[in-house]
């Protein structure tokens, strides 16, 4: 993958592992400073260096914001405090009663607010099990459409291109989550989509220790509304936050690498597994879930684990595992759940960058405690 910059064509690693780098003339320093100041001196009445005020810009995340829509191949990048305050971000720009199309298997925080959004009625929400799906459901009077691909936790992908193609058609502006494979692996924009964004808590900064969000706008239009909705709400990511960011960014290449690599060690080895009925891995990224025969044993199961930790989130260097049914999908109501094939069997793993070999064999020792 290529991206142009000052210096002409570089490769997305280099670009990486570069964020920051040749900015600093005056001290030469290789790490973005690091600018704390909330407020900034203007040097006479009318006159501002370009920072008033930290809420409206920082240097720190300026440098962040700046990388973020390079990646992404948009024209404005945004840093928020967490991803939910991305997809709110994302979320405040339409008219009340606008109708939205979205995935039915979506981050269980995402279904959270669009189902409080439609209570307090400011928007209606009309949700596609499939692909075909959206043909249908995508009519005239869609304002936007928001998918997640690969879905979580089923791991299904559906096509950005096709579904950008029929939202375009019907001017509704498409939005995509790209948590699950960054833009190493699926850049949303060049394939048609407007805006795409990110839980920067998981592969983005990669380390489980950081919670921040991202928005990228294709148009400037757009990316500008956003940025003054941004400003006005307020919900934007600290300067520390943002240096932590961009030095988890700088080795994005190497740990989705590594994830990748890992996810298809990993799922190779649970399907040739009599207790696993079922694994769900799309053949990228890091993410894949999985169902178990006996559902009664889970508990057992996570216990016996001694590399992979039981816990919720994904896109770090450790490998998690998470029960989506009591965790991270707890909100969207059972019965939904399981009609769209999340059943209480399926558990799923952020496979992270230890040795393979370790992570296999800690998954073997777990299933063979097992009766
Ligand atoms: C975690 C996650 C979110 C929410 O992000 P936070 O940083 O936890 O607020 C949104 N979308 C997806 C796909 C996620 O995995």
Redesign the pocket.
């Given at each position: 993958m290529e991206k142009k910059t000052q210096s002409g064509k570089i490769d997305t690693d280099t670009f990486l592992a570069q964020i920051g780098n040749h900015q600093n003339p005056v001290t030469g320093s290789i790490n973005t400073p690091l600018y704390f100041s909330t407020t900034y001196e203007h040097p006479t009445l009318g006159e501002s260096t370009g920072y008033d005020y930290t809420r409206t810009k920082n240097p720190t995340r300026e440098v962040l914001e700046s990388a973020l829509a390079v990646l992404e191949n948009g024209t404005v990048g945004l840093a928020t405090s967490?991803?939910?305050?991305?997809?709110q971000l994302v979320f405040s720009q339409f008219p009340v009663g606008s109708e939205i199309v979205a995935s039915r298997d979506?981050?269980g925080?995402?279904y959270r607010y669009f189902q409080e959004l439609e209570k307090q009625g400011v928007y209606q929400f009309i949700y596609v099990d499939d692909e075909a799906g959206f043909e249908t459901k995508i009519t005239d009077k869609t304002t936007a459409v928001f998918i997640?691909t690969p879905t979580?936790p089923l791991m299904s992908e559906v096509s950005i291109e096709r579904i950008a193609a029929i939202s375009k058609k019907h001017q509704a502006q498409l939005i995509v989550?790209n948590?699950?494979y960054t833009p190493l692996i699926q850049r949303p924009l060049d394939l048609g989509a407007d805006i795409v964004?990110?839980?920067?808590?998981?592969y983005l900064g990669g380390h489980n220790d950081l919670?921040?969000?991202a928005v990228v706008a294709r148009s400037k239009e757009v990316g500008a509304q956003l940025a003054y909705q941004l400003n006005t709400t307020g919900a934007v990511l600290s300067p520390f936050d943002s240096w932590l960011l961009i030095r988890g960014l700088k080795t994005l290449a190497l740990r989705m690498e590594r994830h990748e690599k890992n996810a298809q060690a990993v799922a190779k080895y649970l399907q040739t597994n009599a207790k696993v009925k079922e694994v769900l891995y799309p053949g990228r990224g890091g993410m894949l879930s999985f169902k178990i025969n006996k559902q009664e044993q889970i508990k057992d199961f996570l216990r016996n684990l001694s590399i992979f930790t039981f816990a919720e989130?994904?896109?770090g260097v450790e490998s998690l595992i998470t029960y989506p049914t009591t965790q991270?999908h707890a909100d969207i109501p059972e019965g939904l759940r399981e009609s769209y094939g999340l059943t209480p069997d399926l558990l799923r793993i952020s496979v992270g960058i230890e040795a393979s070999e370790d992570l296999i064999a800690d998954l073997k020792q777990a299933f063979e405690q097992l009766n």
């Open positions: 967490s991803g939910m305050s991305a997809v979506l981050y925080g995402s997640e979580n989550d948590t699950f964004l990110h839980s920067a808590t998981k919670l921040a969000g989130s994904l896109g991270t």
